[in-house]
């Protein structure tokens, strides 16, 4: 199926594995996994952002051996 763009794209910067796409798609996967530990409002992106932290408190603590695999998503 086709897909209809009606307003304006902005793509600041798709870098390594990033994906765009448009229109219809079985399936999208990532082909690598990533974990990063960040403040509140620290990961925001846009134009014209504003945010207002006050408190900001981050766990690192994680008692998992395996958090996410990407074995089989070659």
Do not use: E
């Not at 765009?20 to 996967?29: E, S």
């Not at 134009?47 to 074995?71: A, C, E, H, Y």
């Amino acid at each position: 199926m086709p897909s209809f763009i009606g307003g304006p794209i902005k793509i600041t910067n798709v870098s390594g594995d990033g994906t765009v796409n448009f229109g219809d798609a079985l399936q999208i996967a990532p082909k690598g996994t990533l974990k990063s530990n960040s403040g509140a409002g620290a990961t925001n992106t846009g134009d014209f952002l504003q945010t207002n932290t006050f408190v900001s408190f981050t766990n690192t603590i994680d008692p998992d051996i395996s958090d996410s695999s990407n074995k089989a998503n070659n």
